[in-house]
């Protein structure tokens, strides 16, 4: 298995379009992870998957933002009427079953809108 | 609500140097500290879990410490090298919930 895997690597976009990212964890994980990072601060929580199943979402997570995992594999984030605040490193990870699991990350897809 | 403060924000050393980076946090009911690495534009890479009954982990020239009692870890690093510049991020896994709350980081720049 090569890690956790991202697409696209880089995204540009014009405000008010609309943006989808995908991840594929490492096979053998349940839980799966989606992080926002902008310049200079850490990682910030956006939501995570056990299997198919979405367990929490964090307040930052607005309503222009959905993720799925429809089979327990991979999972896409789409952000839908993009804004100029949107622009950060979108992160996902995965591990096994917690706690005292690490964290795999990708190497995220960084959005820049216009 | 847990919140984790990482101290200093950036570093510089020459190589060859030892060096400690400080991670602390406001909640004490942890299951594990994690310290990670970035590399600029990349994604982060896991060095060290430290679980919340154990004192230290070592890996290789890095040693990571965690007082869980008095909210502070700390990451050790021995005889520096350019190719450990990088940020580095500590994070918590806490009780009742199921996700790593991060610190903002630790910049490092070690020159030759």
């Known amino acids: 298995d090569t890690g956790v895997s991202q697409n696209p690597r880089h995204k540009i976009t014009k405000r008010g379009q609309n943006v989808t990212f995908r991840c594929d964890p490492i096979s053998e994980h349940n839980r799966l992870y989606w992080y926002r990072q902008t310049l200079g601060q850490g990682p910030e929580f956006l939501t995570y998957?056990?299997?198919?199943?979405?367990?929490?979402k964090s307040r930052l997570l607005s309503d222009r933002f959905s993720a799925e995992r429809p089979k327990g594999s991979f999972s896409t984030l789409e952000i839908q009427r993009t804004e100029q605040g949107d622009s950060a490193m979108y992160l996902c990870a995965s591990s096994s079953n917690p706690p005292n699991e690490k964290l795999f990350f990708g190497s995220g897809t960084q959005l820049s809108v216009l | 609500k847990q919140e984790v403060t990482q101290i200093p924000a950036a570093l510089s050393v020459p190589e060859g140097e030892n060096l400690v980076l400080n991670c602390s946090f406001t909640d004490s009911a942890i299951y594990n500290l994690q310290w990670f690495r970035q590399d600029p534009g990349k994604g982060l890479t896991s060095l060290l879990l430290?679980?919340?009954?154990?004192r230290e982990q070592t890996s290789g020239r890095l040693n990571a410490s965690l007082d869980k009692s008095s909210g502070r870890s700390t990451l050790y690093i021995a005889a520096s090298q350019p190719g450990d510049s990088a940020t580095y991020l500590c994070?918590?896994?806490?009780?009742?919930?199921?996700?790593?709350?991060f610190g903002t980081g630790t910049r490092l720049q070690v020159f030759p």
């Open positions: 998957f056990q299997n198919e199943a979405q367990l929490e």
């Open positions: 994070a918590v896994e806490s009780y009742n919930t199921d996700k790593l709350i």
């Open positions: 430290i679980q919340s009954s154990q």
